[in-house]
């Protein structure tokens, strides 16, 4: 009993417990332990305990309606609580626990936690607190429950794992992040030692190659994220032995990136690697300074970069970019809503500044890229110049293989849902991110009909924030000023606008149609921001003003500069670290 109590003392749920209330809680507890991917408790079945995560890390998964899919409700740190809604509310879980790693638990039966909450005030007052902390704060569970043990796995003789591993903890440090690693020839230690390593490091990367060794096994049910080291010229085995036997439930809960290492012919398809482990990112590493995204991303100081759309005004994210790129200010995840998902794509390609700006004016400023108009059918354009466009710059190339993870999203107006494009072909998916409903036709995806993603998600920071645990930067482009009202003030017919302007302007309602798309509640608070937010006032530049380019791109530039002057004291040490 003694050697329990002392371990709660540890903990910060029991932290202010009296003595009498640990005693208490000792007594009539038990300890148990499993392993990664066994069930803690399923959805729908009845409270019996309340649980106490010791050491390791669960994860909450609750089932939707139609019982389709698992929706990841948040995850358990060691010396939080587990099953404590149910407990007070007498009805069954809500939601099905899995240990994602191997865990110890404490259990305290029902019966001994209604008895502590009428005899002990204190232990009232902790739950309470518990209670109301996640009930306020429903995504601090997510924030909070950074992965500590990483797993760099080997899926080749001719990876150097472990030289690659202890590189990767040196560069980690330089981010003030306390990081050790083991090899992969390490013996599986006792629990308890592996504890006091975990607690005396921010991060533990474990380096192993994939065999049937009782280190490989041990790594499989500790690690919290798996990173996956494949070359380029080779190929995954099926199925890919990333999970132990038991569990098979929560595998696909697993947090598994694919970092893809350019050595060799290109021979194998990124997309089959992904598939075949589950991949939710891919890291593909070219070169140093590869190496140093993966640390950041790592260490958790990783920099996500999010365009909104924004039609002509999205210019001002080519100014964002060289600003950032002359402060030093690395892009490691970066994503794009329409307008902004083409710039984020140039970004994520890995061209020069020189390179794409010349690239956007062609494409953009030398001619109207809506001008191919039509008498309107699903569209006021014919949406072939965006193609041809789309296919000259970025041809054939895939997402999964561009040199920053990217991604950018598109609607579907089917069922109202956002539509996250990760992979595949990149013009493919810009072209659906592009699709202003009413100007350009939109694109068919099976049963989907996928139109801008500025319909749904206009500035998707909070997809961002959920990829990525470090700093997320975000350049809005369309909170005000994009229409100019004088415009619909007593508009002129078809015929004298035509007289007036010519066919190569665009007409008002292409204004019209592509604000309607892109307006939402400006003012209404995020559910997950940007952490530094740089929003361009774009002066005198419409949503289709294609050829106000040096506008908006200079304003653009002058707000970034001084969005990273004011931010100074939070990007100079990652600044410091990524340049050293």
């Not at 050697?3 to 202010?16: C, G, K, M, S």
């Amino acid at each position: 009993m003694n050697i329990v109590r002392d371990r709660l003392r540890n903990l910060p749920f029991f932290a202010e417990l009296g003595a009498e209330t640990l005693n208490a809680i000792a007594e009539a507890s038990t300890w148990q332990s499993l392993a990664g991917g066994w069930e803690v408790f399923e959805q729908g079945a009845p409270s019996d305990a309340l649980h106490i995560n010791l050491t390791g890390r669960l994860i909450v998964v609750r089932q939707s309606p139609d019982g389709a899919e698992d929706v990841v409700v948040g995850y358990i740190r060691a010396g939080e609580p587990v099953g404590e809604m149910s407990i007070l509310s007498g009805e069954p879980h809500s939601a099905s626990v899995y240990a994602l790693r191997d865990t110890e638990l404490l259990s305290i039966p029902r019966e001994t936690v209604e008895k502590l909450i009428r005899e002990h005030g204190d232990f009232a007052a902790a739950l309470a607190r518990i209670v109301l902390t996640r009930a306020r704060h429903p995504q601090t569970s997510f924030q909070q429950s950074a992965p500590r043990i990483f797993a760099v796995i080997s899926t080749s003789p001719s990876i150097d794992v472990d030289a690659r591993v202890r590189e990767l903890a040196r560069r980690i440090a330089a981010y003030k992040v306390n990081a050790t690693w083991l090899s992969c020839n390490s013996e599986p230690p006792r629990t308890s030692d592996f504890d006091l390593v975990e607690n005396a490091h921010d991060v533990v990367l474990l380096a192993a190659r994939v065999d049937h060794s009782p280190w490989y096994r041990f790594v499989l049910r500790h690690a919290d994220r798996f990173l996956v080291m494949a070359r380029r010229d080779s190929r995954p085995s099926k199925p890919f032995p990333l999970t132990a036997e038991d569990g098979a439930r929560a595998r696909k809960f697993r947090l598994v990136d694919l970092v893809m290492l350019h050595e060799g012919a290109h021979s194998g398809r990124t997309a089959e690697w992904m598939e075949a482990i589950g991949a939710s990112r891919v890291i593909n590493m070219r070169n140093e300074a590869c190496v140093d995204r993966l640390a950041r991303i790592i260490a958790g100081k990783s920099v996500g970069l999010v365009l909104s759309g924004g039609g002509a005004r999205a210019y001002a994210h080519i100014g964002a970019v060289k600003a950032m790129r002359e402060a030093g200010v690395p892009i490691d995840f970066i994503c794009g809503a329409s307008m902004g998902a083409v710039v984020a794509a140039c970004v994520a390609t890995g061209w020069p500044q020189a390179d794409m700006e010349t690239r956007i004016r062609e494409a953009f400023v030398a001619s109207n890229p809506l001008g191919d108009h039509v008498l309107p059918v699903v569209a006021l354009t014919r949406g072939g110049r965006v193609e041809e466009r789309l296919r000259s710059n970025f041809d054939d190339t895939l997402i999964e293989n561009l040199s920053l993870p990217f991604f950018c999203v598109s609607s579907d107006i089917v069922n109202g849902a956002v539509r996250i494009h990760n992979q595949g072909l990149l013009r493919t998916a810009l072209r659906a991110s592009i699709a202003l409903p009413g100007i350009l036709p939109p694109v068919i995806d099976d049963h989907a009909l996928l139109v801008d993603g500025a319909v749904v998600n206009n500035f998707p920071t909070d997809i961002m924030t959920s990829l990525h645990r470090g700093l997320t930067i975000g350049v809005d482009v369309a909170r005000e000023g994009v229409i100019d009202v004088e415009a619909f003030r007593d508009p002129p017919g078809f015929f004298s606008w035509i007289a007036s302007h010519g066919l190569s302007d665009a007409p008002p309602i292409v204004s019209l149609l592509m604000r309607s798309a892109t307006a939402r509640r400006e003012n209404s608070e995020m559910q997950r921001p940007a952490d530094i937010m740089i929003t361009p006032p774009v002066p005198g530049v419409e949503l289709r003003d294609w050829k106000k380019y040096e506008v908006a791109v200079s304003d653009g530039y002058r707000s970034t500069k001084a969005a990273i002057d004011e931010n100074w004291p939070t990007l100079a040490p990652i600044i410091a670290a990524a340049g050293r």
